[in-house]
């Protein structure tokens, strides 16, 4: 159990091939954050009332997040800032904020993903291009997929139902 923590649970700063699984976090203000690290395996985990749960920072490329539980996290659970080639699948998103926002982030694919009841976003993609968002169930969040300033990205076989807005 990695919690309480002021400000990082477990912070990843240029280090490759780091595995993070079987952990609960919660309660800290960023969970795990990784900074121009590269093939970080991030599965099986249970992300729980952070500030923010899980950001990839600056580069971390080609990193892979499933098989994890965010609930009741108060921003954002997945953020991935100016990287690219990252896998989210699989993951649960429940009742939190933001689910995953993706800023100025290329050639990532979302992917299998189950998003529900969040207050606001299921994904969120900003200044991000050539992104795939493919067979996720995004449903009863305030917005389903949100674009803004973005382009390129392909939106395949989701299921996007009873989001209150968009």
């Known amino acids: 159990t990695i919690s309480y923590n002021t400000l990082h649970g477990i912070k990843v700063i240029q280090a490759n091939f780091t595995t993070i699984t079987g952990n609960t976090i919660m309660d800290n203000l960023q969970g795990v954050s990784t900074y121009q690290s ?3 395996r991030v599965y099986s985990n249970r992300f729980t009332k952070n500030n923010r749960a899980y950001s990839l920072w600056y580069s971390s490329d080609n990193n ?15 953020s991935i800032y ?6 989210v ?25 189950t998003i529900s009841d969040n207050n606001d ?9 050539n992104n795939l968002l493919y067979g996720n169930n995004i449903s009863a969040n305030r917005n389903g997929i949100y674009f803004y300033c973005s382009y390129l990205n392909t939106i395949l076989n989701n299921s996007i139902t009873e989001n209150k807005d968009v």
């Open 89 to 113: 699948t699989q993951n649960i998103f429940i009742n939190n904020n933001y689910s995953i926002f993706l800023f100025d982030a290329s050639n990532n694919t979302i992917a299998n993903n």
């Open 64 to 78: 892979s997040l499933s098989s994890n539980i965010f609930l009741m996290n108060n921003n954002d659970c997945i």
């Open 121 to 129: 976003v299921g994904i969120l993609l900003e200044h991000s291009y």
């Open 82 to 87: 100016y990287s690219k080639n990252n896998l």
């Open 38 to 40: 590269n093939f970080t």
